[in-house]
């Protein structure tokens, strides 16, 4: 990933060609994994950080989940998994999820600026325009778990909190911080996924689209002036939420 900035290129390496990211109790981990950024005035590559299994205890995965607003550190996820066997070509092991550390880097020299230890794992993640809280989804949209929905971490306070309960996927922050925007799946089939506003400051729902079928798979998206437009099968359309939900 290109940072914001244009100045950085960062990007996670491991040993296997892809992490399975799923809600199952046991999945694939990778047996290394490496954390990179390059400095692209120069493809100098200027910090390097390695994870390898540690016996056949555990081992560590990052995640890139999103840059912050200022373009100078970025926000990733460092899931934790406990060894259960070895896969059949000794590339990878099977390995239950346990946590995670939601952690926020300074892309000049790598230095982990915010840490936040977790026993669940976000999916997506976005941050206020202002820098202070990053919003992420804890669930894959399918059956709800226990700890699923919107979550939200102070960085300037440290305190973490579940704003919304739910099967909850794609979170963005509108340009002026005001709202944020998510996907709520209601059951397996995906056929009824709404697009919900909340308020920042309240964390009060404020509007919520529930299309009464669904056909293809439909994206929101904050226009630069803050309205919202939803792209669905090759079309677009501006949405009026100003309205406040019956919800």
Known sequence: KISPSGKHVVAVASNIPEVAETSKPTELAPKTCEFLIWDLSTGELIFREKDTISGHQHTHAWRILSFLPSGTALLRCYDKYVFETQSSDESAIMGKRIGCNLETVDLEGGKKVDDKELNY?????????????????VGWGGTPEPLDGIWMWDLETDHIARVYKG?????????????????????????????LLLDTQTHQLVFEMTPEKRVG??????????????????QTEKILAHRRSKR
Not at 121 to 137: M, S, W
Not at 174 to 191: D, W
Not at 217 to 231: L, M, N, S
């Open 217 to 234: 798979d439909p994206r929101y998206f904050f226009t630069p002036d803050g309205e919202v437009v939803r792209y669905d099968a090759g």
């Open 167 to 195: 099967s909850v996927v794609h979170p963005s922050v509108s340009p002026n911080g005001r709202r944020l925007m998510f996907r709520e799946y209601g059951t397996l089939t995906k056929h009824d996924v709404s697009m």
């Open 121 to 137: 794992a976000p999916t997506e993640a976005c941050i206020t325009p202002d820098g202070k809280r990053v919003y992420f989804a």
